[in-house]
């Protein structure tokens, strides 16, 4: 199989133009191409038929098929079911607000980090994703909403909070961000694009030196370690105090927070005393809390908490001044919303 066009950087597609000796200005028509007009069709525009041929000949330009759509009533919401070269299956969702997009990405196929609450942690991990799956995942999804949403094609955030530890998957996520930064093409702000983990310490150890400017968003769920050790399995490998040590030297720019996601279970890690053990952890923080009641699924060992009780835990990280939110389960009725993500059927 040949290799795909869209698992090369810019800078790996400007050495490849060199040493073919093709005109160093095919990288930018290329990116402007494949990324920003975001064409599956090969490029014709201004291109010298060396280098068309060239990469016709040496390069595969295919991308996962979007096999399912299901689109929310209750709100715009849409969930993509892709089918890759080896019938394994990747679910993407694309989150309205406000007359843009978010869209949230799957990083691998499964997951290995096995989180007690989590629907893609029952399938396992099969495998990883490449870049251009990651990628092809944008680029689909985007043609989707041009075909059938015309004029709606802005997808302004990227958030790798789909199926998969994203960090666990390092080298193939670190890729696709690059590409989709480069000003060629996509050219995504280097804030809008934000990566959620469960605390993969070796990923957040290559983090400082390889992708720190992009936003960081740890799941941490339960400040007391033995709670969070019955949460996320790796927790025991890679203790908080550990992962927060590593999260504590990433730098932030003006304006930039680190988000942690608190998942709320009833009766579990529900309590005000958890909500003031949590604000004293990120009290001097440059934290930014978001909520998320938990989101059931079939077979699943926990429950949400009422409102009434995700309000209650609001009110004690508010008068800790930690900028707080309730995340909304958007697309709940296609089982788009966090944590119910599984495309083993
Ligand atoms: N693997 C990464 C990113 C994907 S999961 C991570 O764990 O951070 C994205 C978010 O959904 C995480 O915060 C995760 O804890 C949360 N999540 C998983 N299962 C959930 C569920 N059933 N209900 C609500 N959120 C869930
Ligand atoms: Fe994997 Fe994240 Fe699910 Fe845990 S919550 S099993 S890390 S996808």
Redesign the pocket.
């Known amino acids: 199989m040949k290799p795909s066009f869209y698992d090369l950087s810019y800078a790996d597609l400007e050495t490849i133009i060199k040493q073919n000796n093709l005109n160093q200005s095919v990288a930018a028509l290329l990116f402007k191409w494949h990324y920003k007009n975001k064409q599956i069709t090969p490029c014709t525009e201004n291109i010298s038929a060396q280098a068309y041929a060239f990469f016709q000949e040496n390069f595969d330009f295919s991308l996962p098929e979007i096999e399912v759509v299901q689109e929310s009533e209750q709100d715009q919401t849409v969930k993509f079911l892709f089918k890759l070269h080896d019938n394994h299956k990747v679910e993407t969702v694309l989150i309205p607000f406000n007359q843009k997009y978010s869209i949230c990405l799957s990083s691998q196929v499964g ?1 290995a ?1 096995g ?1 007690s ?4 942690g029952e399938q396992g991990l099969k495998r990883h994703l490449t870049t251009h799956e990651v990628i092809g995942q944008f680029i689909q999804a985007w043609r989707w909403l041009a075909k059938n949403r015309p004029g709606e094609e802005r997808i302004l955030n990227i958030v ?7 960090l666990h998957n390092f080298d193939a996520v670190k890729k696709a961000c690059e590409i989709f930064l480069c000003h060629y093409g996509t050219s995504v702000g280097i804030q809008k694009i934000t990566i ?3 605390g993969y310490i070796p990923g957040l150890k290559r983090w400082l030196e390889e992708i720190p400017k992009v936003n960081l ?1 740890l ?1 941490l ?1 339960s400040p007391f370690e033995a709670k969070r050790n019955q949460l996320i399995p790796i927790n025991k490998k890679y203790p908080l105090d550990e992962v927060l040590t590593y999260i504590n030297q990433i730098p932030l720019q003006k304006k930039q927070f680190i988000t942690y ?1 608190y ?1 709320l279970l009833k009766d579990f890690n529900d309590s005000i005393e958890d909500a003031k053990k949590l604000g004293e952890m990120l009290v001097d923080k440059r934290a930014y809390i978001n909520l ?1 009641p ?4 079939p077979g ?1 060992s926990y429950q949400k908490p009422s409102l009434a009780k995700v309000e209650e835990f609001k009110a004690v990280l508010d008068g800790f001044k930690i900028p707080t939110l309730i995340r909304g389960k958007k697309g709940d009725d296609v089982l788009a ?4 993500l599984n495309s083993d059927y």
Not at 117 to 120: G, K, L, R, V, Y
Not at 160 to 166: A, I, N, R, S
Not at 337 to 340: E, L, P, Y
């Open positions: 997951c980090m989180c609450f989590c629907f893609t790798f909070m789909g199926q998969g530890e994203p959620s983990t469960a968003a799941s769920h996601e998942l998320i938990f989101n059931p699924y699943a919303a966090c944590g119910q």
